[in-house]
């Protein structure tokens, strides 16, 4: 598996529901969308693919700069040295209304030491590559020639064919008592069973493919896409036609650079190993949320297409 991210997959497009009227408030309204061809990597980019791509650039990622003071006027400068976002897992429970228990800005996190400063890519070749902002996984696709896909397209490619399953793989969160993607067993934040034997990222292609023959597009790491986040009611189309492959809505611009709720978000998809029963159902190809530009995690990473 030395170059799983060089294979891609010819999606011919079509016809689809984007979204679900079931689960979360942001998937709704349920609505057609038409998407035309594409290619999309059959895998999410690896560790592997990554490195190809710094050795060959000498490219620095936003999480391995400081932050410019000006962008964050205010700020704690503690939070302006190169750092990322790291889940901690609690040894207990705790307040679940307040994300800090368990998610931590972590001084030298980045995506050669994906759990902190003191870790490293050893064995992580084939995983995911994880802690890029969108400015990063953009700046991979353009030296290889790619683009992100757009939200209808990567929902279109996740979903398989199967247009009306709740899961990619169909109705059930397991098949015949196996897990189908790498996703949090137990009580989240504090507890997971590690049922299907991953408590991280697992390396691409650890569990089966979609219809379309693409792993990893439910759990593991969320996928940046190139929409602005937008609600659905917001940009859907009239009601007896179909919009063709929708971007989004625009960035939404604040004045008061202070504002942290106003930084521009894209759309992320896919779910990933943190994704629970308990807190977070969005193992679902119809699942979706706002993720801030500047801001790289432990748990989001990226795959690309071609037009």
């Known amino acids: 598996m030395s170059a799983v991210a060089d294979t891609m997959i010819e999606i011919q497009g079509g016809l689809f529901m984007m979204g679900s009227n079931d689960h979360y408030p942001e998937e709704r309204p349920a609505h057609k969308v038409r998407v035309g061809p594409f290619r999309i990597d059959r895998y999410p980019v690896t560790n592997r693919e990554f490195s190809r791509f710094i050795r060959a650039t000498g490219y620095l990622t936003a999480a391995e700069r400081p932050a410019d003071p000006r962008d964050y006027p205010g700020a704690d400068p503690s939070l302006l040295v190169p750092s990322s976002v790291v889940f901690v897992q609690p040894s207990h429970p705790v307040d679940m209304s307040n994300t800090h228990n368990w998610w931590h800005y972590i001084a030298g996190a980045d995506w050669r030491h994906p759990r902190g400063p003191h870790t490293g890519l050893d064995g992580l070749d084939d995983h995911p590559v994880v802690h890029l902002n969108y400015a990063d996984a953009q700046a991979y696709a353009a030296w290889i020639g790619k683009d992100l896909p757009t939200e209808a397209e990567w929902e279109f490619a996740a979903r398989g064919g199967n247009d009306s399953g709740e899961f990619a793989w169909g109705e059930t969160l397991t098949v015949r008592g196996r897990h189908q993607a790498n996703t949090w067993q137990g009580e989240f934040p504090w507890l997971n069973l590690d049922e299907d034997g991953h408590r991280w990222t697992s390396p691409v292609g650890s569990f089966a493919p979609n219809g379309y023959g693409l ?7 969320w996928e940046w896409t190139s929409d602005w986040y937008q609600q659905h009611d917001q940009i859907q189309g009239k009601p007896c036609c179909a919009m063709d492959n929708p971007r989004g809505g625009e ?3 604040s004045h008061d650079p202070r504002d942290r709720s106003a930084v521009p ?3 992320m998809k896919g779910g990933s190993h943190l994704c629970a029963p ?5 193992y679902r190809p119809a699942a979706r949320m706002a993720q801030p530009i500047d801001t790289s995690t432990c748990h989001l990473g990226f795959r690309c297409v071609e037009r």
Do not use: A
Request: charged residues 40%; glycine residues 6%.
């Open 278 to 282: 308990n807190y977070c159902r969005r």
């Open 215 to 221: 792993y990893d597009m439910i759990g593991n790491v």
């Open 251 to 253: 960035r939404q611009r």
């Open 265 to 267: 978000r894209r759309v």
